[in-house]
Each structure stands twice: as structure tokens, then as C-alpha cells.
């Protein structure tokens, strides 16, 4: 199984500056025959059902702010919130998708410092 | 638009067994893998199984394997998940998800449901 690890466990920032989240598998991801990267990014608020935020590492879904940027490859990935909003307090998993067991990262909880 | 409501949680006994259903609208049910997403109380996400097109291939975590079952009638627009000799570190929200419809164009889980919460507790 892969097992994803995530870092930090939780995160404050102030209102206005980056946040920003590490992701790092325990085997590669990337698809080098269709050359993506089968990592995803969720947002989860408290008595939500998580939200699809990026996937491919890097491309955001349809209607999410520009502010959340993913990067990375292979084994290493980031989520960055450019900017951080009142609204954005929430727990981030990221889940790779390349083999099964799919399996999700611990969560990050970020606040607002 | 795309929704998932699950049902069929509850608070059931250790060894007993629930089936939890998931009714599907807004997409085309029969050409999506569908998935089975649990998280403990205040704990993360843990996979749980998922389901090919037409119910060919099935997967499922190690933690449920022999335990548990994934079905879907794709005439009526339905997943399931069959639990049964069930335990106390089964007791989570299960939600049911959208999967991919190409896997070389797969993109993560992009629809969920409220989810339906499973307790197992004598």
C-alpha cells in the first residue's frame, strides 16, 4: 500500500499570508505513459463531506478560487493558499489515486493565527 | 446537478450486520466507478472500497476484506455497501463517492454525499 504522509499535523497563519501544506507519498504517483501525477488535494470543513480541490497534483477543479495551487511530482507534492481567507479553515487531505488501496494522507488542520 | 444520499446507518451491535445504500441522480450512474469513503469520529479519511462500471472489478481496504461487500444496480441508480461481523473501530460516517469514468483520465473522488453515520456498540 502506499502510505501518505502529510505535513505539519496543523498550521495558523494569519489572514492575507500563504499557507502552505506538504504531501509526500511512499512510492511514486506519476503515470510517466500519460505523464500526471494520480494525487489529489480535499477540503473538509467541520460537518462537511470533503471537497474535490485539485487533482493531477496541480489543476484546480471547476469553481475553485485561484488562490490554492497545487505543485510537485512523483513523490513530493505541496497545496499553497496564496492568501488565506476567513473561509478557508478546514482540513486538507491529500489521497493518491495511482494503485489501490486509494489512501489519504493524516489531514492537515489549518486555523487562523 | 449531481447528488449522492446515502442511508441505512444506525447503531448496530458487534458481530451484527447493516447495508448502507447510496441513491445516485444527475449523472450517468452506469458509466462510473463509484467508491466508499469511512471517517472515524474526529478522525481522517479512510478508503473503503470501489466498484467498476458494470460491477466487474471490486476492490476494498484490507481492514473490511471478508467483511464487507460493494454492489451496485445500476438500473435503479444504486450503490451499496454490505457490513457485516461488524466492529467497534467500524463506527464512522460512511460516505458514498463519485470515482473515475476513464482511468487515464482519472481525477480523484469529485462528488460526495452527506454520508450516514454507522455505530457499533452493544
Known amino acids: 500500500d502506499i502510505v501518505m504522509t502529510q505535513s505539519p499535523d496543523s498550521l495558523a497563519v494569519s489572514l492575507g499570508e500563504r499557507a502552505t501544506i506538504n504531501c509526500k507519498s511512499s512510492q511514486t504517483v506519476f503515470y510517466s505513459s500519460i505523464n500526471k501525477n494520480y494525487l489529489a488535494w480535499y477540503q473538509q470543513k467541520p460537518g462537511q463531506p470533503p471537497k474535490l480541490l485539485i487533482y493531477w497534483a496541480s489543476t484546480r477543479e471547476s469553481g475553485v478560487p485561484d488562490r490554492f495551487s497545487g505543485s510537485g511530482s512523483g513523490t513530493d507534492f505541496t497545496l499553497t493558499i496564496s492568501s488565506l481567507q476567513a473561509e478557508d479553515v478546514a482540513v486538507y487531505y491529500c489521497?493518491?489515486?495511482?494503485?489501490?488501496?486509494?489512501?489519504f494522507g493524516q489531514g492537515t488542520k489549518l486555523e487562523i493565527k | 446537478e449531481v447528488q449522492l444520499v446515502e442511508s441505512g446507518g444506525g447503531l448496530v451491535q458487534p458481530g451484527g450486520s447493516l447495508r448502507l445504500s447510496c441513491a445516485a441522480s444527475g449523472f450517468t450512474f452506469s458509466s462510473y466507478w463509484m467508491s466508499w469513503v469511512r471517517q472515524a469520529p474526529g478522525k481522517g479519511l479512510e478508503w473503503v472500497a470501489n466498484?467498476?462500471?458494470?460491477?466487474?472489478?471490486?476492490y476494498y481496504v484490507d481492514s473490511v476484506k471478508g467483511r464487507c461487500t460493494i454492489s451496485r444496480d445500476n438500473a435503479k441508480n444504486s450503490l451499496y455497501l454490505q457490513l457485516n461481523n461488524l466492529r467497534a473501530e467500524d463506527t464512522a460516517v460512511y460516505y458514498c463517492?463519485?470515482?473515475?469514468?476513464?482511468?487515464?483520465?482519472?481525477?480523484?473522488?469529485?462528488?460526495w454525499g452527506q454520508g450516514t453515520l454507522v455505530t457499533v456498540s452493544s
Open positions: 489521497q493518491q489515486y495511482y494503485s489501490t488501496p486509494r489512501t
Open positions: 463517492a463519485r470515482d473515475h469514468n476513464d482511468r487515464w483520465d482519472e481525477r480523484g473522488l469529485d462528488y
Open positions: 466498484i467498476m462500471e458494470d460491477g466487474a472489478e471490486k
